[in-house]
Antibody, heavy 119, light 109 residues
């Protein structure tokens, strides 16, 4: 059974950093494109970042470019998102998702982890 | 970037009725790269339809997708109690760009 379990969310002050992790089971992360998608509670979905199956392609939404870094640990089958210089507008639930049809859609989602940026 | 506009914002129907949800794109969607997701309160989204009309694994056949160009539709043929949720459409293009509609809330009448 495919499972994605995020962790690492919490309360952080503006300008601070946080590292999210996504533990995958039931499949091998390095065989799929993987993504982070976020959602402000009660609002819509916004794509954040992606990494290709071979790790050679990494992309970010303009809103997080230069502040967030996606990475992967193949030995631990874990995806990460390092978030620096956090802003109030980064407050959201962050979902780890697996790509379907290479990278066009998102077929499995974790339960999400809440990041709150506030002083 | 393509903007997706979903309508209606809220749809009130009864179990057993047919639901028709719309997703309109600001430009033509290439290769029908359009998906639909269901999200229940407090849960992660679930993929229902991809490629405009292909049901994802395990999705009941009462869910169907159609459309091309700028107009897409998600149809639920006979509503079950568990179908009341928020539905989002999503588009991909190769820039890369992933855009979501603002959602349609399907509520019990």
């Amino acid at each position: 059974e495919v499972q994605l379990v995020e962790s690492g969310g919490g309360l952080v002050q503006p300008g601070g950093s946080l590292r999210l992790s996504c533990a995958a089971s039931g499949f091998t992360l390095s065989s799929y494109w993987m993504h982070w998608v976020r959602q402000v509670p009660g609002k819509g979905l916004v794509w954040v970042s992606r990494m290709s199956s071979d790790g050679s392609t990494i992309n970010y939404a303009d809103s997080v470019q230069g502040r967030f870094t996606i990475s992967r640990d193949n030995a631990k089958n874990t995806l990460s998102l390092q978030m620096n210089s956090l802003r109030a507008e980064d407050t959201a639930v962050y979902y780890c998702t697996r790509g379907l049809v290479a990278t066009r859609y998102f077929d499995y989602w974790g339960q999400g982890t809440l990041v709150t940026v506030s002083s | 970037e393509i903007v997706l506009t979903q309508s209606p914002g809220t749809l009130s129907l009864s179990p057993g009725e047919r639901a028709t949800l719309s997703c309109r794109a600001s430009q033509s969607v290439s290769n029908n790269y359009l998906a639909w997701y269901q999200q229940k309160l407090g849960q992660a989204p679930r993929l229902l339809i991809y490629g405009a009309s292909y049901r994802a694994t395990g999705i009941p056949d009462r869910f169907s997708g159609s459309g091309s160009g700028t107009d897409f539709t998600l149809t639920i043929s006979r509503l079950e109690p568990e179908d009341f949720a928020v539905y989002y459409c999503q588009h991909y293009d190769t820039s890369p760009s992933y855009s979501f509609g603002q959602g349609t809330k399907l509520e019990i009448k």
